[in-house]
């Protein structure tokens, strides 16, 4: 007795996945991503259901490397962004996590603090997206200076592609090349993979790579890119149909009337809404799968309901199971109709949905 709104994490198809991805980079040390609650999948369980195999977990700030650990994990824990207020330095210490550094500020702040353990440090590499980072200059020149912290126990070299997802872009091998470049001058183990890159790139699988949206099944590419077919579905997003309401030519369906019937329609309405993640901006024509079978979206998606065309469906009735992306319809082809990527309809799954582990 209950809404049906429910988001059914499929742990195993996560390790398949992963596995997948490390095979793709040789067995090499491979990072599963989990940030931004394993985007959406609920980062505990997933981290829980790798630990056995995963190498290393990283996460965007320390409160989600907190989670973990609190959670029991053991495995390394990288921050991707490293820290953002000096306070955080002594849980890193403590709690053993890998820390990016990315700016001189973090660099300042580090040695002037004292920490119980000396840290695994990801030195930042901006070799071209220009976001976060030092360029190969400025950190070949202080190289020395972090090289003497004792502060620091170990460094791994790590820059991230802009490009990654489209495989023809020039971008990416001026990238793989001048991070190569400075690992080799440095002499550091390097880490340069994205999904996109370890499934497109093989020039970037270096010591390390840090598959994220893959590990949810969901593609990097536009959907008509082959090479993520071999992925598994980790995320099947169903509700129901709630009510049913055959209607006449010129009646219109949901906010604003965009719909309006052109002939006699069946009119589904499913307890699924933007409330709960599903995209606002899906529009008319999106597909859903009804009982099994294809349908699609009819009318504006509105907080806690949208509506689906059972014109063609008479079999369909009241409690009907409804698919909005799962094993039956790829999230990707979803997000395309909404005009997004996967990664923000993962990220995007609110509290109010329920997740079922299987
Ligand atoms: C999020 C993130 C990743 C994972 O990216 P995907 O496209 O999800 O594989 C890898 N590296 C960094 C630095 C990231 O921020």
């Known amino acids: 007795m209950s809404r049906a709104a429910t988001a059914i994490i499929h742990l195993d198809a996560i390790r398949q996945n992963y596995r997948l991805a490390k095979n793709l ?56 962004e490293g820290f953002f207020t000096p306070d955080e330095l002594p849980i890193i210490a403590d709690m053993d996590f890998w820390c990016a550094l990315h700016c001189r ?18 030195l930042k590499l901006d070799s071209g997206m220009h976001r976060l980072g030092f360029n190969a200059a400025e950190l070949t020149s202080l190289f020395p ?8 126990a170990e460094m791994t070299l790590m820059t991230h592609l802009a490009c990654a997802d489209e495989p023809s872009s020039p971008m990416n091998a001026q990238q793989i090349t001048a991070a190569r470049q400075l690992a080799a001058t440095l002499q550091l183990p390097i880490s340069i993979a994205n999904s996109a890159a370890v499934l ?22 536009a959907m008509s890119e082959p090479l993520s077919q071999p992925l598994q579905t980790t995320m099947t997003l169903q509700s129901e149909v709630i009510a049913i309401h055959d209607l006449e030519p010129g009646d219109s369906v949901g906010y604003g009337a965009t719909w309006v019937c052109d002939k006699p329609m069946r009119i589904g309405t499913v307890a699924m809404g933007y409330a ?4 606002r901006h899906a529009g008319n024509g999106t597909p859903v799968w009804v009982d ?8 504006r998606v509105s907080m806690d309901m949208l509506t689906v065309d059972l014109t063609d469906r008479p079999d369909v009735g009241l409690g009907a199971k409804v698919e909005l992306w799962g094993e039956n ?3 990707g082809i979803v ?20 997740k079922i582990y299987a």
């Open 25 to 80: 980079g040789h067995n090499r040390g491979t990072l599963a991503v989990v940030k931004a609650n394993a985007y959406g999948h609920g980062a505990v369980q997933v981290a829980q259901a790798l630990e056995h195999e995963a190498d290393a977990f990283a996460v965007a700030c320390i409160e989600e490397a907190i989670e973990l650990r609190t959670a029991g994990i053991q495995k390394p824990i990288l921050l991707l």
């Open 105 to 122: 500020e973090q660099v300042e702040i580090l040695s002037g603090t004292t920490l119980s353990r000396p840290l695994h440090a990801w």
């Open 329 to 331: 319809l790829n999230a």
């Open 335 to 354: 997000a395309e109709h909404a005009g997004t990527i996967p990664y923000t309809l993962f990220t995007g799954i609110t509290q109010r949905v329920k």
């Open 200 to 221: 497109a790139h093989p020039a970037s699988h270096g010591d390390w790579q840090r598959p994220g949206i893959m590990l949810y099944g969901a593609s990097p590419f």
């Open 145 to 152: 200076r972090l090289q003497k912290l004792p502060q620091i």
């Open 292 to 299: 099994s079978k294809p349908s699609q979206l009819v009318g």
């Open 276 to 279: 709960d993640g599903y995209p």
